[in-house]
């Protein structure tokens, strides 16, 4: 018997692949479709995540490709109301974000996993069964069925995720849903290590440097938004951007319209199956915390089941995950939750409050401090080392 099936091969499953493989279990990722290329989703990875893609040995590649992001600038109406450092963070050697595509980061992740020894199949979960022993995992390839036994499952497939409701586990909203459009393009005359949130009445403009020639550029859809052009987007640009900057939209490299919710899943954990990423908790983009949330709960899950494996208390070590990552998540929420609401502000008295409230903690060095922990994840949980010991 298997000691742990992974559905989902985004940078959930395959974390937590790297993770337990490189520990010597046995472990297998199934994922339904292979990979997109060329179109980006996620394009931040903060400290926290980084710190994990180091104890796996990925984050060598990842730095060699990304873009360092040093600072992240928030705007009034074009009028800077805080530049927060990341290179003010304590107890880092990272000191910097990581702008770099999930496609690159999942091509970085597989390769390390493989390299571990893991093994990756292209295949359909269409059912589970479990008992007190082992998980039955019904797949299907190319119409035929197929079925895997293993000691633990791990669903990390998705927002959609099948694992979870066939678990009859319930997502619940906690937030708005918005929608966004994005895209990847080359643009000159913009900073390369800064993350910018630009916000003015009318709506606004994240930008954010990565994969050393991109950036990436996203706005809150509205129905009168013109169609995705490089027009369009150097319009919004001029209008929304920094005073004194002078981007130019050279090149739309992709785009995509998508809506976005908060929600989290009643429960992470169901007997032996447990949930991870985005098939345990969504989120808009604001604030780019959604990939890296899915990052520290498949480091969490699966340092949890070495730990189970090592002592043999299966069961105490592995309960504790769901609640654990459950109090983590309602915190990057409500970060994420707070990030979209600053952004969607339109009343004067309520932007007059907002850039109060921004100029407040850019200037107290605790709060800047705080702000900056907070979007890197680092206020979490305390660093753990590979091998360290998880209470239950
Ligand atoms: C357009 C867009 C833009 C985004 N932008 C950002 C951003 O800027 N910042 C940010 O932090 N996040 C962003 N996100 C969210 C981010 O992409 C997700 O948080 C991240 O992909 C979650 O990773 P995951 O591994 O949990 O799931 P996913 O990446 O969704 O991976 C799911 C995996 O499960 C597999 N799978 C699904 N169903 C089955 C099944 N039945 N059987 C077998 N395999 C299955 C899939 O093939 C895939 O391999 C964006 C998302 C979208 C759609």
Not at 2 to 22: E, M, N, S, Y
Not at 168 to 177: H, L, Q, T, W
Not at 245 to 257: F, K, N, P, Q, Y
Not at 350 to 371: S, T, V
Request: proline content about 4%.
């Amino acid at each position: 018997v298997l000691d742990v099936l992974i559905v989902g091969a985004g940078p959930t499953g395959l974390t937590a692949g790297c993770v337990l493989a490189r520990q010597g279990l046995s472990v297998r990722v199934v994922r339904k479709h292979r990979p997109f290329t060329g179109h980006s989703r996620a394009s931040v990875i903060w400290p926290r995540a980084l710190h994990i893609m180091e104890s796996i040995g990925a984050v060598e590649p990842l730095v060699s490709i990304g873009s360092r992001v040093t600072r992240v600038g928030y705007y009034s109406s074009g009028e800077s109301i805080g530049s927060f450092g990341l290179d003010r963070l304590q107890d880092t050697r990272f000191r910097f974000a990581l702008g770099v595509s999930q496609h690159e980061t999942e091509a970085v992740l597989e390769s390390v996993f493989r390299a571990a020894g893991g093994d990756i199949s292209d295949a359909e979960v269409v059912g589970l069964e479990q008992d007190e022993q082992q998980v039955t995992t019904r797949l299907r390839t190319d119409g035929r069925e197929s079925a895997w036994s293993s000691r633990l499952l791990v669903g990390a497939d998705g927002a959609n995720s099948t694992v979870r409701e066939l678990l009859g586990i319930a997502m619940n909203d906690v937030g708005p849903r918005v929608s966004f459009r994005i895209a990847d393009a080359v643009v000159g005359g913009l900073p390369e290590d800064e993350a910018s949130y630009c916000w003015t009445p009318g709506g606004g403009m994240a930008i954010g440097p990565h994969d050393r020639h991109a950036h990436r550029l996203a706005y809150r859809l509205t129905p009168d938004a013109p169609d995705a052009s490089p027009d369009s987007f150097q319009r919004l640009l001029d209008a929304r951007g920094p005073n004194g900057s002078h981007g130019v939209v050279r090149e739309l490299i992709s785009t995509a319209d998508f809506q976005a919710r908060f929600a989290v899943a009643a429960s992470f954990s169901a007997g032996r199956c447990h949930l991870a990423g985005d098939s345990a908790h969504v989120m808009a983009p604001a604030g780019g915390q959604g990939m890296n949330s899915g990052i520290l709960d498949a480091d969490a899950l699966a340092r949890r089941i070495v730990e189970s494996r090592r002592n043999g208390a299966a069961e105490n070590v592995l309960a504790g995950y769901s609640v654990e990552r459950q109090d983590a998540i309602r915190k990057i929420m409500a970060t994420a939750v707070e990030h979209a609401r600053d952004g969607g502000l339109r009343s004067e008295p309520d932007i007059a409050e907002r850039d109060q409230r921004y100029r407040g903690m850019w200037n107290d060095p605790a709060l800047h401090m705080d702000r900056m922990a907070r979007l890197s994840q680092l206020d979490i949980d305390p660093l753990r080392t590979e091998g360290a010991r998880i209470s239950a």
